[in-house]
Nanobody, 125 residues
């Protein structure tokens, strides 16, 4: 059974940090890239970071570049999203998702094969 399980969300004050985890199972980890998406109330889901498990290439959108860091522990089949200098605008449900490594860096949700259930991140001002 394929599973992506996010954890690490919570409530934090502006300027604070959180680290999200995405634990993967049920598929060949290094055949995929893992992306992090977020969806705020009333807004569309947006991709914010992606890592190719096979070659380690990392991708970020401008709104999180320099504040968020994506990384992977391939021995644990887990991807992390370290989020620093959080802003109220970062408040959203955060999802991880898996896409064929050939599409590393793409943020089109429809091409992603597997999704986690999401974890809430709330940043207070």
């Amino acid at each position: 059974e394929v599973q992506l399980v996010e954890s690490g969300g919570g409530l934090v004050q502006a300027g604070g940090s959180l680290r999200l985890s995405c634990a993967a199972s049920g598929f060949t980890f290094d055949d995929y890239a893992i992306g992090w998406f977020r969806q705020a109330p009333g807004k569309e889901r947006e991709g914010i970071a992606c890592i190719s498990i096979r070659d380690g290439h990392k991708y970020y959108v401008d709104s999180v570049k320099g504040r968020f860091t994506i990384s992977s522990d391939n021995a644990k089949n887990t991807v992390y999203l370290q989020m620093n200098s959080l802003k109220p605008a970062d408040t959203a449900v955060y999802y991880c998702a898996a896409v064929d490594h050939a599409y590393s860096g793409s943020y089109t949700p429809e091409i992603y094969d597997y999704w986690g259930q999401g974890t809430q991140v709330t940043v207070s001002s």
